[in-house]
């Protein structure tokens, strides 16, 4: 399927709206890397591993955390990219009144509920976020709460089973190799702790 202009126009509209939005957030990795680099490895997560062709799934991606990370409202972002557009991001914000706990259960429970077009962004995001476990992962985190994220992001993942093969299977892949990373840093852990020991 090719996207008209009227279609590209809408997501770059979308890419200038999210990066104005989250201009002042950075991720929270060692290099501080700019927030809208995750809404655009979400995206082409989407669009190469996925292979979604859904204008709104694509435009939504590139919105999904304005609502919950900055001062956008659910008004504001359907006035400007219509109804649709703005419910699919309502399916993915969290609750920030709620407690973190609170938040991260309700993603899994509420998984299995969640339209197909946010099932989509919700399988990608979760792809990106592991990524990040390996590749620039949050500052401070300790091994164990790495781990912790990958065993809760499966949780999520699998109330999302059949979906999307091809963006499951991506991030079955991914999960494997952040735990594969993870175990050779935690062997080297108790290899310095053995020699210091020694």
């Known amino acids: 399927m090719n996207f008209s202009a009227i ?65 956008t409202s659910p008004e504001e972002l359907e006035r400007i990219f219509g109804a649709k557009i703005c419910a699919i991001v309502n399916e993915v914000t969290d609750d920030k009144r709620l407690p973190k706990q609170v938040r991260k259960r309700l993603q899994v429970e509420n998984a299995g509920h969640a339209s197909f077009e946010a099932r989509h962004i919700k399988l990608a995001d979760k792809i990106a976020n592991v990524q990040d476990i390996i590749d620039a992962p949050p500052t401070g985190w300790s091994l164990e709460r790495r781990w912790e994220y990958i065993d809760w992001a499966e949780e999520v993942i699998n109330r999302l089973r059949g979906s999307n093969a091809k963006l499951e299977q991506y991030f079955d892949e991914v999960c494997r190799a952040a735990r594969r990373k993870l175990e050779q840093e935690k062997k080297e852990v108790y290899s310095e702790l053995r020699n210091t020991v020694e």
């Not at 200038?16 to 939005?21: I, L």
């Not at 996925?50 to 939504?60: K, L, P, Q, S, Y």
Request: proline share 2%; hydrophobic share 45%; charged share 25%.
């Open 7 to 71: 279609d590209i126009s809408l997501i770059l509209k979308a890419i200038k709206f999210a990066a104005q939005k989250h201009q002042h957030q950075r991720r929270k990795n060692e290099w501080a890397s700019p927030y809208i680099n995750h809404l655009i490895a979400v995206s082409e997560i989407l669009w190469e591993i996925g292979e979604v062709r859904d204008i709104n799934t694509m435009v939504a991606a590139v919105l999904h955390d304005t609502i919950e990370d900055t001062d």
